[in-house]
Structure formats: C-alpha cells, structure tokens
C-alpha cells in the first residue's frame, strides 16, 4: 500500500506498527520520512508493486530448504532479522520499506522463545509435583480413617461379643439354680406329704391332725418364700454383672424421668391421652387452641430438652401402621413439608413404615437392612460426645443407628 508521502510498505506491517504507536500514545507518521499524521490516513493500494509481488511469490525457495530467507532480498538470502512476521537480512532491515520497524535478531527471538517455553514447563512440572503430592496426602488420609473405623468396628464387635456371652451365661444361670430349685422345693413337698402321712397315722383325735396340717402348712411356706427370696437375690447379683458391660457401649445415661408431649405444640390431628403419655392419628379435627409453636402437620414435641449430659427415654410404637420419632431443636419450623422432623437440618428421625426401618436427617433417608422385631424403642442422647442413638430393646438389644453431630441449641423430644 501506498501511504500520502508515497512510500511503500506492507498493509500488515504498517498497520501494526501504528497499532503499536497509538498504544504508547505516539503520533502517527511515516517510518520512512517521518511525515506526520494527525488521523491515520487512507491506505491506497500500488497495484504496480501488487503485481510484481504476485509475479515473485512463485519463484520462492523449495519446501526442502529449512533456512529462514530474506523476504525482501532477489536472490533471498538468509535472514537474521525479523519484523512482525517478515524475514529479512541485516542489510534490508536498515533500509526499504522495512526501515525503521522494530527489529529482533532470530537468535536472540529463538531464546526468548525458549526461555518462555522453559518457564512455562517448570511451571507445569511445579504444578504437577503439587498435585501429585496432594493425592499422596489425600491416599494417607484415607488409610487413616479406614485404619480408624475398622479399629473402632473391632471395639464395637468385641464389646457386642462380651454382652452377648454375658447374657447367655446369665440365661443358663438362672435356669439352672430355677430348675434346681424347683427339684428342691418339690423335694420338700415330698417330704412334707410324706411326714404328714406318718402323723395322721399316729395321731387319733381329729383335732391334733387339724394342728399337724397348719403347722406343716406353715412350714412349706417358709420353705417356698426362701426359695423365691435366694433367686431373686442371686438373679439382681447377675444382672448388675451384665450392666457393668453394657455401660462400656453407652446405652444407659440419667433416665429422662417427667417425660411428656407437648399439648402446646401437638398438631390439630393428634389425640393424646390425658396423661399426655401416648398418641395416635386422628381424622377428627381437635380445634386446639392456635399457639406459635403449634406444628401444622401431625407431630408433637416433648416437654423436657436437653443441652448436657447423657439421657435415655423409651418410646413403644404401635404394631401395626408407620410412626416417626426423634429429637430436634426448638426453632424447627412449625409448616411445610420442611417441618417434619428428619426434613431438615434441626431434627433427626427413626421412622417405621411398611415394617420397614429407616433414618432421616435433612431430607436423607436412609433404610435399614434389619427388620423390627420389637415395638419398644430407646433413644439415646450423649450431648458433649454429639451421639445420638436409636436402639430395639428386643433380645438381644439392637443398635438400629447412630448419629454423630455437634450439637448447638438445646434438645427436645418428638
């Protein structure tokens, strides 16, 4: 193209080289004359260079010549300059259309471009070390909770194991001294028919075999208290055994004793007892009065709540039809399906339907593979270690689920 002044120069060149001045806020002007512009003018295209252009393209150097040539030299020559994206020699980078462009020798390019080319791998190489290094960490970190659960399912096992030969060795104990027992006693009824016989042979009157009844009567008596006296006794020896066993597992905390549900927070399609013990599903709207704490679907709260300590209440669902029960914080919410307890993330729930256990919390639920086999139900709350568990008091007792949470605003039964 040809530029106002009339020299010559490559449209691409001069149209980058003006870029790259107005970048930097330079005025424009022919790199040539250094004729100034105060707006960049028109580009008019040399249509006498154009073709002679066209004409020279074809005679171009071979594909099998890898040297750099000259764009500007007739014959080409190596080049040792570059300009943009032009070649040229030294002798053509001071003068012709190429004079006064910004110029690199292609050494020092190749380096530059190398050195970004290295900085750029030791970057990836840096980045790839850093990765490597955290799935080693993440790998160690893994065995570490494998190694730990299995530890702790070994405990659990080995603590299971105990209580289960505890209570078979107690189941065997009492049989034995109640059979022994029984043979004794029945022994002793023997021996009292036995000396009953004799002695209302040997006495006459009626009114002495009178007195031999009641007094033999007396003495079977005393005989059939003591029995029962000796395995009750032996029988609370026993099972204290067997409650130093199962405290190691954490079942048994303070009884959670006054334990009731809450009239003020029981939905409208709720009956409950009149000692506020038991509930059940009731068609029959119960016009409640309407309170702030008044759950709009059928569930109830309890009357005690929790922030320390160890607890345990017992709960006895209905053979028959579902049932959902739990803990939750007093601010769950009162409507919605978001309301139910184990719907949301301030309430943990052990439901039964279809004869069917499963746990919810925050929407999740998650089925278990034991059938019930028990109606009763203890619940389990361990408030500083942030465990709450769901046990069947069925034999033997069954650990259905435990929560694990740390637990932030004081607990209340439903």
Same mark, same amino acid.
């Given at each position: 193209?040809?530029?106002?002044?009339?020299?010559?120069?490559?449209?691409?060149? *001069?149209?980058?080289?003006?870029?790259?001045?107005?970048?930097?806020?330079?005025?424009?002007?022919?790199?040539?004359?250094?004729?100034?512009?105060?707006?960049?003018?028109?580009?008019?295209?040399?249509?006498?260079?154009?073709?002679?252009?066209?004409?020279?393209?074809?005679?171009?150097?071979? &594909?099998?010549?890898?040297?750099?040539?000259?764009?500007?030299?007739?014959?080409?020559?190596?080049?040792?300059?570059?300009?943009?994206?032009?070649?040229?020699?030294?002798?053509?980078?001071?003068?012709?259309?190429?004079?006064?462009?910004?110029?690199?020798?292609?050494?020092?390019?190749?380096?530059?471009?190398?050195?970004?080319?290295?900085? !750029?791998?030791?970057?990836?190489?840096?980045?790839? &070390?850093?990765?490597?290094?955290? *799935?080693?960490?993440?790998?160690?970190?893994?065995?570490?909770?494998?190694?730990?659960?299995?530890?702790?399912?070994?405990?659990?096992?080995?603590?299971?194991?105990?209580?289960?030969?505890?209570?078979?060795?107690?189941?065997?104990?009492?049989?034995?001294?109640?059979?022994? &027992?029984?043979?004794?006693?029945?022994?002793?009824?023997?021996?009292?028919?036995?000396?009953?016989?004799?002695?209302?042979?040997?006495?006459?009157?009626?009114?002495?075999?009178?007195?031999?009844?009641?007094?033999?009567?007396?003495?079977?008596?005393?005989?059939?208290?003591?029995?029962?006296?000796?395995?009750?006794?032996?029988?609370?020896?026993? !099972?204290?055994?067997?409650?130093?066993?199962?405290?190691?597992?954490?079942?048994?905390?303070?009884?959670?004793?006054?334990?009731?549900?809450?009239?003020?927070?029981?939905?409208?399609?709720?009956?409950?007892?009149?000692?506020?013990?038991?509930?059940?599903?009731?068609?029959?709207?119960?016009?409640?009065? &309407?309170?702030?704490?008044?759950?709009?679907?059928?569930?109830?709260?309890?009357?005690?709540?929790?922030?320390?300590?160890?607890?345990?209440?017992?709960?006895?669902?209905?053979?028959?039809?579902?049932?959902? *029960?739990?803990?939750?914080?007093?601010?769950?919410?009162?409507?919605?399906?978001?309301?139910?307890?184990?719907?949301?993330?301030?309430?943990?729930?052990?439901?039964?339907?279809?004869?069917?256990?499963?746990?919810?919390?925050?929407?999740?639920?998650?089925?278990?593979?034991?059938?019930?086999?028990?109606?009763? !139900?203890? !619940?389990?709350?361990?408030?500083?270690?942030?465990?709450?568990?769901?046990?069947?008091?069925?034999?033997?007792?069954?650990?259905?689920?435990?929560?694990?949470?740390?637990?932030?605003?004081?607990?209340?039964?439903?």
């Amino acid at each position: 193209v040809t530029l106002p002044c009339g020299h010559n120069f490559c449209r691409s060149c *001069i149209v980058r080289t003006w870029d790259e001045w107005e970048e930097i806020e330079e005025e424009l002007s022919c790199p040539e004359c250094r004729e100034r512009y105060r707006r960049r003018p028109e580009l008019k295209l040399n249509l006498r260079l154009h073709n002679i252009v066209e004409i020279c393209l074809p005679s171009s150097p071979s &594909q099998g010549d890898t040297r750099i040539l000259c764009c500007q030299c007739d014959p080409p020559v190596r080049a040792t300059k570059s300009c943009d994206l032009a070649f040229m020699c030294e002798s053509c980078s001071l003068s012709g259309g190429h004079r006064g462009h910004r110029v690199q020798w292609l050494d020092e390019a190749s380096e530059a471009k190398k050195g970004k080319l290295t900085e !750029i791998i030791d970057r990836l190489i840096s980045e790839k &070390q850093k990765t490597h290094t955290k *799935i080693h960490n993440l790998d160690e970190r893994r065995k570490q909770v494998e190694q730990r659960a299995e530890s702790e399912r070994q405990q659990m096992t080995e603590l299971f194991r105990e209580i289960r030969q505890q209570l078979d060795a107690l189941e065997e104990k009492i049989m034995r001294e109640m059979y022994q &027992q029984k043979k004794k006693d029945f022994s002793n009824h023997v021996t009292v028919l036995r000396e009953q016989e004799v002695e209302a042979e040997a006495l006459c009157g009626a009114e002495e075999e009178e007195e031999d009844n009641v007094a033999d009567g007396k003495k079977f008596s005393v005989v059939s208290d003591m029995g029962k006296w000796l395995i009750s006794g032996k029988l609370s020896a026993a !099972i204290a055994d067997v409650t130093n066993v199962i405290d190691k597992v954490g079942i048994y905390g303070r009884e959670a004793t006054g334990l009731s549900l809450d009239t003020d927070t029981a939905s409208n399609n709720l009956a409950l007892s009149h000692n506020r013990k038991s509930v059940s599903h009731t068609d029959t709207r119960q016009n409640l009065p &309407q309170t702030p704490g008044r759950f709009q679907e059928a569930q109830a709260l309890g009357t005690r709540s929790f922030s320390s300590g160890k607890h345990y209440w017992e709960v006895e669902g209905s053979e028959t039809g579902g049932w959902r *029960i739990g803990v939750a914080y007093p601010s769950i919410d009162r409507e919605g399906d978001q309301s139910y307890i184990g719907f949301n993330n301030k309430s943990w729930a052990l439901c039964k339907f279809y004869n069917n256990y499963s746990v919810i919390h925050n929407g999740e639920r998650k089925g278990l593979a034991m059938p019930p086999s028990c109606q009763r !139900i203890r !619940i389990f709350l361990n408030y500083e270690a942030g465990c709450l568990s769901f046990y069947e008091l069925s034999y033997p007792i069954r650990c259905l689920h435990t929560f694990t949470v740390p637990f932030s605003e004081h607990k209340a039964a439903g």
